[in-house]
């Protein structure tokens, strides 16, 4: 379950298919008859479907979860994100805060906790939970936090906050796409726009092209004076992206 709950929140899904048959009654073949066993398999089965983007079968692997055990926190964690994800964000909160009150110091939760609030609007409420995570010594991808805390930082205008979170994240792990893109648009707002290139570029080596990217990279040039390439991620990003926020602002001409 660490490994899938992993997964799912810094921009790289976890892909595969849920184990298992399951029935109307929603019990598995074979499944362990012990309550905390059952809410574990459930619970990594609604993670499955999480992030397979079948939010409502997700759901329900979580209710089976929590009837076998209300007090397993990481279904409670998921039941978190789904809602995030639904945009349903008071039932989010209290699915974290319930997850959190069964286990206050799991980093995983802490961290997805403190990323919901940063996606809502409570940026400068995220930084201690990332923080906590940073924390456990026993946790397993402080480069996500890192890279989290970098960009809330970031939308709070912080910029040397989240530029020595996205330095610690590269050290820890040098090609981490998320911290690539967010160390570009640091330098941007800097206007260190030759090393934001630079970094724009570290990252197309490593993930593909985004609708956010290909808007950055083209305020980079426009900003360097490269008309050629500006045209070319202009071009890019209106033929795959062409329904985008970034599309939208390219045919305002709000560049900033």
Same mark, same amino acid.
């Given at each position: ?5 992993? +997964? ?5 899904? +976890? ?22 066993? &059952?809410?574990?398999?459930?619970? %990594? ?7 397979? @983007?079948?939010?409502?079968? /997700?759901?329900?692997? !979580? ?11 990481? =279904?409670? *964690?998921? $039941? ?9 964000? *008071?039932?989010?909160?209290?699915? $974290? ?20 609030? +940063? ?32 960009? +809330? ?9 989240? #530029? ?5 994240? !590269?050290?820890?792990?040098?090609? $981490?796409?998320? =911290? ?9 707002? #800097? *206007?260190?726009?030759? %090393?934001?290139? &630079? ?23 426009? @900003?360097?004076? /490269?008309?050629? =390439?500006? !045209? ?18 390219? #045919? ?5």
């Amino acid at each position: 379950m660490r490994r899938a709950l992993c +997964c799912i929140l810094m921009l790289a899904g +976890c892909a595969g298919q849920p184990a298992g048959p399951v029935g109307n009654t929603g019990t598995i073949v074979g499944e362990p008859t012990a309550p905390r066993n &059952r809410a574990r398999v459930h619970t %990594e089965l609604a993670t499955l479907y999480y992030t397979s @983007r079948n939010m409502s079968v /997700a759901l329900e692997e !979580l209710r089976i979860a929590v009837r076998a055990d209300p007090g397993y926190a990481a =279904a409670h *964690g998921v $039941f978190g994100l789904v809602y995030m994800e639904l945009r349903e964000n *008071g039932l989010a909160a209290q699915s $974290f805060q319930r997850a959190l009150g069964l286990a206050p110091e799991d980093p995983d939760l802490n961290h997805n906790y403190g990323w919901f609030l +940063c996606q809502t609007g409570r940026e400068r409420d995220a930084a201690p939970y990332f923080q906590r995570a940073l924390d456990n010594p026993l946790y397993a991808t402080p480069a996500r936090s890192h890279t989290a805390a970098g960009a +809330c930082a970031l939308r709070r205008g912080e910029l040397k906050t989240a #530029q020595d979170h996205l330095e610690r994240a !590269l050290r820890l792990e040098p090609n $981490f796409p998320v =911290a690539l893109l967010h160390s570009a648009q640091l330098r941007y707002r #800097q *206007g260190r726009h030759d %090393e934001a290139r &630079r970094m724009l570029q570290r990252y197309d080596s490593v993930a593909q092209s985004s609708a956010e990217s290909l808007w950055l990279g083209l305020r980079i040039e426009r @900003r360097l004076g /490269a008309r050629a =390439a500006e !045209l070319s991620y202009g071009n890019q990003l209106r033929r795959r992206f062409p329904g985008s926020p970034e599309v939208q602002a390219l #045919q305002r001409g709000d560049y900033d």
